[in-house]
């Protein structure tokens, strides 16, 4: 058998690469925006949670429960902060709960 001679690299960085390559970065972000606000909200807040969306560094969360969404509203700038230190990245800079 011929021995093969080539780099090892980490899934990881490949998926980085490729993800970097394809311009699939926006995508990504979104898929890990919904999985970070799921995890940091918990399932009582997730369960009255219809939709998450981010758009130009606003991220859009529409709530089926207008006490919860006066709630959340006292906390913007926590959930802004808690937000963006899990992405690790300033991606959000307003929140609107609708």
Request: glycine content about 6%; hydrophobic content about 40%; cysteine-free.
């Amino acid at each position: 058998m011929a021995k093969r001679e080539n780099d090892a690299f980490s899934v990881k960085d490949l998926m980085g690469s490729f993800i970097k390559e394809n311009n699939l970065s926006k995508g990504m972000q979104k898929l890990k925006i919904e999985e970070i606000w799921a995890k940091l909200m918990g399932q009582g807040v997730v369960s009255y949670t219809e939709k998450v969306q981010l758009q130009n560094k606003t991220l859009v969360i529409s709530l089926s429960s207008s006490v919860l969404r006066e709630e959340l509203s006292y906390g913007k700038d926590k959930i802004i902060k808690l937000m963006n230190e899990e992405m690790g990245e300033e991606l959000i800079s307003k929140i609107m709960l609708v």
